[in-house]
C-alpha cells in the first residue's frame, strides 16, 4: 500500500481492498458465530446445572441425606459451572463486538452514497441485553439451587 487511505474516500481499491474484503467476510463469521453460540451455552449452562442436582439425587435420595461436605461440594461445582458458563456467554459478546468494530472500520473506508452500509455503521455495542439477562438467569438457577442444597 503505497498512499494513506482516507475514510469514504472511494480510494479502496487494489491488494488493500482484497484484504479488506476478506476481513469484512471474517468478521460476518464472527458475527453469527457467536451469536448461534451464545443461546448454546445458555442452555448448556442451565443443563449442566440440572445434571449436577441430578447426580445429587443419584447419590443421596433425599436433600437430608446430602452430608454437609456433599452440599459444599455440590455447592462449589453448581458455582463453577454458573460462572464458567456466564464468562463463555459474556467472552462471546466480546467477540461479537470486536467483529463489529472490524467491520464498522472496513465500512468507513466506502465511500457509501445510497446508505447501503448503515448497519455495519451501527454502535458495535448493541444486544448488550443477552449477556446480561443469561447472567440473570444464571444468578436465579444458582440461587434456586443453593436454596435446595441448604435449606
Known amino acids: 500500500m503505497t498512499e494513506a487511505k482516507q475514510a469514504g474516500d472511494g480510494t479502496l481499491d487494489g491488494e488493500y481492498q482484497d484484504w479488506c474484503r476478506v476481513q469484512y467476510q471474517m468478521a460476518h463469521h464472527d458475527i453469527w458465530w457467536p451469536k448461534t453460540m451464545q443461546l448454546k451455552a445458555g442452555t448448556s449452562t442451565l443443563v449442566l446445572l440440572g445434571?449436577?442436582?441430578?447426580?445429587?439425587?443419584?447419590?443421596?435420595?433425599?436433600?437430608?441425606a446430602i452430608p454437609t461436605l456433599g452440599r459444599i461440594m455440590l455447592s462449589i461445582l453448581s458455582a463453577a459451572a454458573v460462572v464458567l458458563g456466564g464468562v463463555y456467554s459474556w467472552n462471546l459478546y466480546n467477540l461479537m463486538v470486536g467483529a463489529r468494530r472490524?467491520?464498522?472500520k472496513i465500512a468507513r473506508l466506502v465511500k457509501d452514497e445510497y446508505k447501503v452500509l448503515e448497519g455495519a455503521?451501527?454502535?458495535?455495542?448493541?444486544?448488550?441485553?443477552?449477556?446480561?439477562?443469561?447472567?440473570?438467569?444464571?444468578?436465579?438457577?444458582?440461587?434456586?439451587v443453593l436454596v435446595y442444597y441448604w435449606t
Open 121 to 144: 455503521l451501527a454502535d458495535p455495542e448493541r444486544d448488550i441485553e443477552f449477556p446480561i439477562i443469561t447472567s440473570v438467569v444464571y444468578a436465579a438457577a444458582l440461587s434456586i
Open 102 to 104: 472490524r467491520v464498522q
Open 51 to 64: 445434571a449436577i442436582v441430578g447426580a445429587s439425587k443419584l447419590l443421596w435420595l433425599t436433600r437430608d
